[in-house]
């Protein structure tokens, strides 16, 4: 396989993991770094930390990682798009739908594939769970539930916990379901006394009839990553800490009590824990987007999607200021 030439425009948290996958991915090659406010976690190695989107472009790429703060992923975007460089854009696509509507025009208009760093969609127990409600294993599907809460992390300044954690939510489960979401409302509030909100509680319905529960916060002590999706046949748990997968069966309840021998209920039966193959989520992620930009699969998340992802999570904040 041909080496990639890749770009990594944001050395923060994500973008120190960014680096080593980079570093990692047989077909890539860490060209380039750039951050303008250096290198907190000296990912950079014998490579110069550029200080510029400008200068990353000026080095010659044929991909890029785009990790910087959400406020800035518009203009990093759009650089790299009018320069020609494919790139994979950290989530949220952009800081509103209207900054991230200019970024789709940007990639359209030069016809460079862009993608957004939606990391939940390839961990493996949501991979592993995807398949199995397509195979029909829960019948129809009721409802999609997640729990999404931890501390407060301070790198993040810009947004709040709806476009920073939520967008997870909203994306793997209009993923799940192959679904849009037809409705959305919500309460959140601000507990932490930053300018944006650290919780919310939301309900929705995607156009196929789903109904959803998501609740994010950064006020928990405890850290929790978990989605239930509920259907005819029982319910699938997953959690993305762990990557484990665990199927509860509706049991057999048999009674000869005739007043109540038709109500149509569901009693416990047999729980399956699954044996699944644990990959790094970001290792598959960068994974795709290099064969995406080599042309040979397109399972990266587009960035209409993120786009479609951010105006929910819009929609959710404005519910709840109404």
């Known amino acids: 396989m041909a080496e990639l030439r890749a770009g990594l425009i944001g050395?923060?948290?994500?973008?120190?993991h960014h680096a080593r996958v980079l570093r990692e991915v047989d077909g890539l090659m860490l060209a380039a770094v750039a951050d303008a406010t250096g290198d907190p976690h000296g990912?950079?190695?014998a490579l110069p930390v550029l200080g510029s989107v400008e200068?990353?472009?000026d080095v010659g790429l044929d991909m890029a990682v785009c990790a910087v703060p959400t406020a800035l992923h518009e203009e990093v975007a759009i650089a790299l798009a009018e320069a020609g460089i494919p790139t994979l854009i950290e989530k949220p696509i952009a800081h509103s739908v209207e900054a991230g509507?200019?970024?789709?025009?940007?990639?359209?208009?030069?016809e460079v594939l862009g993608a957004v760093g939606h990391i939940e969609r390839y961990n493996p127990a949501l991979q592993s769970l995807r398949e199995r409600m397509a195979a029909g294993e829960l019948g129809d599907i009721y409802q999609i539930a997640t729990r999404r809460q931890g501390p407060f992390p301070a790198r993040i300044a810009d947004v709040g916990v709806v476009k920073d954690l939520a967008t997870h939510d909203i994306d793997l489960t209009a993923w799940l379901a192959k679904s849009d979401y037809a409705s959305v409302a919500a309460q959140v509030t601000n507990r932490s006394g930053r300018p944006h909100e650290d919780?919310?509680?939301a309900t929705g319905r995607l156009a196929n009839g789903t109904i959803t529960n998501h609740l994010v916060n950064w006020l928990s002590p405890m850290k929790e990553r978990v989605t239930v999706v509920t259907g005819d046949t029982g319910a699938f748990v997953a959690d993305t800490l762990t990557a484990d997968l665990t199927f509860y069966a509706n049991g057999v309840l048999n009674t000869d009590w005739m007043s109540i021998a038709t109500f149509r209920g569901v009693s416990e039966g047999d729980v399956t824990r699954f044996a699944i193959k644990k990959r790094e989520p970001l290792r598959v992620e960068i994974e795709k987007f290099r064969d995406?930009?080599?042309?040979?699969?397109?399972?990266v998340v587009s960035l209409r999607e993120g786009l479609n992802t951010l105006r929910t999570a819009e929609e959710l904040l404005?519910?709840?200021r109404r």
């Open 11 to 16: 050395l923060g948290m994500m973008g120190k």
């Open 43 to 45: 990912v950079a190695g």
């Open 318 to 320: 404005a519910t709840a």
């Open 199 to 201: 919780m919310v509680a």
């Open 101 to 110: 509507q200019r970024v789709v025009d940007a990639f359209t208009r030069n």
């Open 55 to 57: 200068e990353l472009i």
């Open 292 to 299: 995406a930009v080599l042309g040979v699969s397109s399972d």
